[in-house]
């Protein structure tokens, strides 16, 4: 079955660097546009960045335009997140999300609806 795995998180000081993965199993990675999410405490997930299946389409929250690069590595079955420039505020739990359908890449990247599977979350703690 579909299965996505996040890994790379943990604690980090405020300016410091982490860079998150998503191991992808039980499906064509390659063949599907994936998401990152993410979730602070006392609110609701919000969309971070997005990547089109063939890789040559991304988009970024503005919160995280310029500081944030997402990629993929199809033969490893990985979507990756790397994060710098990190502020308190990129406090949350990440998660990644596969595309609902294949072969297609979509202009509500930023809607949770247009994702089918998602994986458990990895914490990112940033502190002053």
């Known amino acids: 079955q579909v299965q996505l795995v996040e890994s790379g998180g943990g604690l980090v000081q405020a300016g410091g660097s982490l860079r998150l993965s998503c191991t992808a199993s039980?499906?064509?990675?390659?063949?599907?546009?994936m998401g990152w999410f993410r979730q602070a405490p006392g609110k609701e997930r919000e969309f971070v960045a997005y990547?089109?299946?063939?890789?040559?389409?991304?988009f970024y929250a503005d919160s995280v335009k310029g500081r944030f690069a997402i990629s993929r590595d199809n033969a490893k079955n990985t979507v990756s997140l790397q994060m710098n420039s990190l502020k308190q505020e990129d406090t949350a739990v990440y998660y990644c999300?596969?595309?609902?359908?294949?072969?297609?890449?979509?202009?509500?990247?930023?809607?949770?609806?247009?994702?089918?599977?998602w994986g458990q979350g990895t914490q990112v703690t940033v502190s002053s």
């Open positions: 039980g499906f064509a990675l390659s063949s599907y546009s």
């Open positions: 990547i089109a299946w063939h890789g040559g389409v991304k």
């Open positions: 999300a596969r595309d609902l359908r294949a072969g297609r890449y979509t202009n509500a990247y930023y809607r949770q609806t247009e994702f089918a599977s």
